[in-house]
């Protein structure tokens, strides 16, 4: 008995192994098919979302305008002013609401958007950590998710990311969250990958991996959410349980500051990226087949 259960041990570890080792990342994040660009007054663009085909909306962390972008030209085609000014990070588009998301846990609507009769209305949510940047939308559930790029208030848990579901039809936040990352197991999943922390301390000591969320989007083919964490230049990718299945290191080159991704429906993903030192890029990646 004890050693049927041992080669059941071993098979499990090596079949864990195996697929860890098979998983094919579906992109070249070091060659993008489109690079752009962006115009200077979305140096800090925050909020990424996918309209059409060929269109994105955006967002600019301090301007209370939602931009209409077309990524195969390179150029805005509109906007639209729904506020003065605020700290706005996130950006979804369910096919008729187009949502907004303040880092203090606001959440704007705006239905029927791209109408002339189009208005933001707002929900205040109550949200366990202070510091929210993530938005995308679940069509599958027919929710919106919200990540947190901080860790809970009033919590000793540190090392917990916390991914938030709001429901679409009732318009309301479900009180626990629905997905909860651990840094610490983040860090020894990326050393499975040879991905290691660069970054330094003032005092030369090297940073551990902190994962603060920038950005999240499901990919409409494989149904994998994938989560950006700007500070640490990762793509974490996991799968509808939470259990992390891939995670990818972005490069200082191309990825100066990535705050938002999204996919249009053929799986072709969308990276923007803050201007930090230079300028602002839009980054388009075909999926591999």
Do not use: W
């Not at 090596?14 to 979305?42: G, S, W």
């Not at 195969?72 to 950006?91: A, H, M, P």
């Not at 939308?137 to 790029?149: E, F, H, P, S, T």
């Not at 090297?206 to 990919?219: E, Q, T, V, W, Y």
């Amino acid at each position: 008995m004890k050693r049927f259960l041992f080669i059941i041990a071993l098979f499990s570890i090596f079949f864990n192994i195996e697929n860890m080792a098979e998983y094919k990342f579906k992109y070249n994040l070091n060659k993008p098919d489109i690079k752009q660009q962006l115009p200077p007054v979305l140096n800090e663009v925050s909020g990424l979302t996918d309209i059409d085909s060929k269109h994105v909306a955006l967002v600019q962390d301090e301007l209370g305008i939602v931009f209409i972008y077309d990524f195969i030209n390179g150029k805005i085609v509109s906007q639209y002013e729904f506020e003065e000014s605020g700290d706005f990070e996130g950006l979804t588009y369910t096919g008729e609401s187009l949502y907004i998301l303040r880092s203090d846990g606001r959440l704007s609507e705006c239905k029927n958007f791209l109408n002339d009769d189009a208005k933001f209305i707002h929900h205040q949510l109550n949200l366990k950590t202070a510091n929210n940047e993530g938005l995308c939308y679940d069509q599958k559930n027919n929710r919106i998710l919200i990540a947190a790029k901080s860790k809970p208030i009033n919590h000793n848990e540190k090392e917990k990311r916390y991914i938030y579901s709001y429901n679409i039809k009732t318009e309301e936040l479900l009180e626990k969250p629905v997905y909860s990352i651990n840094t610490n197991e983040i860090q020894k999943f990326a050393s499975k990958y040879d991905i290691i922390q660069t970054q330094t301390t003032s005092k030369g000591k090297i940073k551990p991996f902190n994962f603060r969320p920038a950005s999240l989007a499901i990919h409409p083919i494989t149904d994998e959410i994938y989560i950006i964490s700007a500070a640490d230049k990762l793509i974490l990718i996991m799968n509808r349980k939470g259990e992390m299945v891939h995670i990818e290191r972005l490069n200082d080159e191309l990825f100066l500051k990535a705050e938002g991704i999204t996919f249009i429906p053929d799986g072709t993903m969308i990276i923007t990226n803050e201007a930090v030192t230079k300028f602002p890029t839009l980054l388009v990646f075909n999926m591999n087949k």
